[in-house]
């Protein structure tokens, strides 16, 4: 075995939205051990988007990075698919990694050629599939098939494994990582500056006093579920209650919710705010957490949700029943059933203290099995076992 003081890392991914993806990523770069590790990023990019977060965030913790364009038009170019594969690969041959990272369909299907040729092991993380059209679902075929030839592939959550065994990816390659955070905001606080960056907040999203308010943090996108959750809006209004929705993101299916909304009547009631930084801040301010997805691996959006001691309700999907004990540290519902989500808002807003007392047994589970030391530690471990067995 070779010894090393420290190896060298491509870490390759295309951020766009500051997503689950996203924060992950960001989240292990935060943590990684640099005195063992020396990680650079790779991105590819969108040019003609005016700034990236992602980007911004790498070269703020003085990461050397690299970043390829997915395209030099707007409107697409022909060749674009060879010209990034060429550029990766001429970039990994260059920088002579230990081992390529990679994230993503596109990473995926570039970074194994590319890694290869430079006879580097690779290693992907799969955050779970997004379903879509028949463009993309090809690519999520693509990527299926490529995932079988990678040295290593870690999973976010045990259903995503159980899928990759569905798809000819042999068991022995898997290895399941759970998503982790570091969030340690509390909604117990009762600190003065505490109270008052609620309030600001609590107002910035429509919530006067004694108003519940929900919320949600991620992509808007047609797999989130969220147009469930403003239908349960409506029928919860319609039952007497008072209440706000907050939701944190942005994404392609934004206009269709804002349409929604106004003709469901609650357009009043729910406040898109877009993409925000800070979502910790407005995790202080929500009474209720709601994460209606169809479809998820394990996402950090309610790990952070929780960690922050707020009363979570989330679909029983994907990895969520691994985090969530419904009834205990928070409350599974069935996907695309505003009924159960409008059921659960009014078990949590009639009896606070069992929302309190969920939200404290969350915050315990966080704690003992989410910690984002270990988590980022048993990443580099995937690491050093990749490379050693590859030496």
Not at 52 to 74: Q, Y
Not at 267 to 279: I, L, R, S, W
Not at 307 to 330: E, K, L, Q, W, Y
Not at 339 to 350: G, N, T
Request: one cysteine or more; a positive charge.
């Amino acid at each position: 075995m070779k010894n090393r003081s420290k190896y060298k890392i491509a870490y390759v991914l295309t951020p766009i939205d500051f997503g689950g993806l996203e924060k992950v990523s960001l989240n292990f770069l935060k943590h990684v051990d640099r005195d063992r590790f020396d990680i650079e990023p790779i991105m590819f990019l969108r040019p003609w988007e005016n700034g990236n977060f992602f980007e911004d965030e790498i070269r703020r913790l003085k990461f050397e990075s690299f970043s390829i364009p997915v395209s030099t038009s707007v409107k697409g170019e022909l060749f674009r698919v060879p010209r990034c594969l060429l550029k990766l690969k001429n970039l990994v041959g260059k920088r002579h990694y230990d081992l390529v990272h990679t994230h993503g369909y596109l990473a995926d299907l570039l970074g194994l050629p590319a890694a290869r040729a430079s006879g580097a092991p690779v290693v992907s993380t799969c955050h779970g599939f997004i379903p879509g059209g028949l463009k993309l679902s090809l690519y999520n075929r693509l990527d299926l098939l490529a995932l079988g030839r990678f040295d290593r592939v870690i999973a976010v959550s045990d259903s995503i494994r159980r899928d990759w065994l569905k798809n000819s990816v042999s068991a022995e390659r898997i290895k399941v990582i759970e998503n982790a955070t570091s969030c340690r905001l509390s909604q117990a606080d009762s600190s003065e500056s505490f109270q008052d960056a609620r309030e600001s907040r609590r107002k910035m999203a429509g919530a006067g006093p004694g108003e519940i308010l929900l919320g949600y943090s991620g992509r808007l996108s047609r797999e989130k579920g969220i147009a469930d959750l403003i239908c349960a809006m409506k029928m919860l209004i319609e039952s007497g209650l008072t209440l706000k929705l907050v939701l944190l993101g942005d994404g392609a299916q934004r206009a269709e919710l804002e349409e929604l909304a106004a003709d469901s009547g609650v357009k009043e009631n729910v406040c898109f705010a877009g993409f925000q930084t800070d979502v910790e801040s407005w995790l202080m301010a929500m009474d209720i957490f709601v994460l209606p997805s169809h479809s998820e691996g394990t996402p950090m959006a309610l790990l952070e949700a929780m960690a922050a001691g707020v009363p979570c309700i989330a679909t029983a999907v994907g990895g969520m029943p691994a985090v969530i004990h419904s009834g205990i540290n928070g409350i599974l519902i069935s996907p695309g059933k505003p009924v159960e989500i409008r059921d659960a808002v009014r078990l949590l807003a009639s009896d606070r203290d069992k929302g309190s007392g969920m939200a404290k047994c969350a915050q315990l589970k966080i704690e003992q099995k989410y910690s984002v030391h270990n988590w980022a530690r048993s990443i580099e471990e995937e690491y050093v076992r990749t490379i050693c067995m590859n030496q």
